[in-house]
Each structure stands twice: as C-alpha cells, then as structure tokens.
C-alpha cells in the first residue's frame, strides 16, 4: 500500500521565478492539505483540497494557489518566488470522513536564490 | 484558534534511560491530538493519537502519550530510549476547521 507521494524531492529556483508541487494521496484517501516547514519551526498550515475544491485556508498570500484533480492527487503552485519561500513543503492526505488524521509525504525541499 | 507550546527545544537522554516531552495546547473545546517524529530530511510520521476515551494512547515504536484535560497538556513519554530515537518531535492539535497547528518542535538527542 503506497503512502503518500511527492515530487520532486528537491528544487532550485530564483525569485520571481514559479513552482509547481505534486502529491499523490494515500491509497483510498480522498482529502489533501499542504504545509510549509521552515528550517527550525513546525509546518504551517497552507490550504486543504477536498472534492476538487478548497475547504479550508491559513494565513499565506495569493501567490500560494492549489488544486485538486479527480483521482485526489493534488498541485501546489506557488508564484512571483521570495526568498522566504524557500522551505520543506509537506502533503498530508486523510479520510474526509475519518476524522483528522493526516499522513505525510516525505516533502519537497525548494531553495528560491 | 488553537496553538501549541512545546517548551522544550532540545533534550539530551542517554540511552536506556526514559523521555517525556512536554506538550500543551490552547483550544476552546476538546482537540484532536497528535504527536509526530520527524527524522532529519523526512516527512512525518504519526507516533500516536488522541481523539475521545482513554486519556493515556500508545503508539508506535515504545511511545505513549497522556492526555490532561485540567492542565492542557498531551505530554509523549518513552520508558527506555534507543539510539534511533534521535529526530525531532512534534505535538500538533486538530480542530473542527480541519487544519493541525503544531508546535515549534523538540530536538532529541540520544548519548550512549
């Protein structure tokens, strides 16, 4: 049973540049949030795909866009690129139905020069 | 909103002996809790949970964790550590609005 995937692993960027992000949920999870996760601090929260629309939102800037396909696998985009992007970008997948347990992918690490 | 605190950045244990690490949350009603372990350049993995029930949970890989409604608190505990322990722990509370808060994170490092 496939967890819950991330590519690229790794990602070098200038700014103004744009990025796309990809996650592939857990197996028979319909439900997908991203998070950002700073050198040091915990992950915050960005947005939260459900039925191929956003349900739920933290405090990042429009430049910050997602979307959900129909077989749940979900895009981060992320553009005009900042220095302060540059940050581990963490998917989580759940059940929407299951509560709030989420399981992580291994994350993207995105460097923006 | 919710927010957690987890007071300690950075423990040292040696190995054998026992861990907790402190974890306390701010939320008006009863959270949803979690505590996750996160090796160096890995994603997260889920240790254990607290939804409802028994206020003391056990998880993964030796881990348990007590839920104290009176004081806040979800504290992780280990009896005996090993040297793969080592990794950073987070605390995270989830609410109605869907989104986990989690806290700043606590280093472990395990001595022999």
């Known amino acids: 049973d496939a967890g819950v995937t991330q590519s690229p692993t790794h990602l070098i960027k200038t700014r103004g540049q744009q990025v796309t992000l990809r996650c592939s949920p857990k197996?028979?999870?319909?439900?997908v949030s991203w998070y950002q996760q700073a050198l040091g601090q915990g992950p915050q929260f960005i947005f939260q795909y459900y039925e191929e629309e956003e349900r739920q939102r933290g405090n990042f800037p429009d430049r910050f866009s997602g979307h959900q396909f129909p077989n749940y696998s979900s895009e981060l985009n992320v553009n005009a690129l900042l220095l302060g992007d540059s940050a581990l970008y963490l998917c989580?997948?759940?059940?929407?139905?299951?509560?709030?347990?989420?399981?992580f992918g291994p994350g993207t690490r995105l460097t923006v020069l | 909103a919710q927010s957690v605190t987890q007071p300690d950045i950075h423990i040292t244990v040696s190995e054998g002996a026992s861990l907790e690490l402190r974890c306390n949350y701010s939320?008006?009603?009863?959270?949803?809790l979690f505590w996750y372990v996160q090796s160096p350049g890995q994603g997260l993995q889920l240790l254990l949970k607290y939804f409802s029930g028994d206020t003391l949970v056990q998880g993964i890989k030796g881990f348990e964790a007590e839920f104290k409604r009176s004081q806040s608190s979800f504290n992780l505990r280990k009896p005996s550590v090993h040297w793969s322990d080592a990794a950073e722990y987070f605390c995270?509370?989830?609410?109605?609005?869907?989104?986990?808060?989690f806290g700043a994170g606590t280093t472990v490092t395990v001595r022999a």
């Open positions: 197996s028979g999870h319909d439900t």
């Open positions: 989580a997948s759940s059940l929407a139905s299951g509560g709030d347990t989420q399981y």
């Open positions: 995270a509370v989830g609410a109605d609005d869907y989104k986990l808060s």
């Open positions: 939320y008006g009603a009863t959270p949803y």
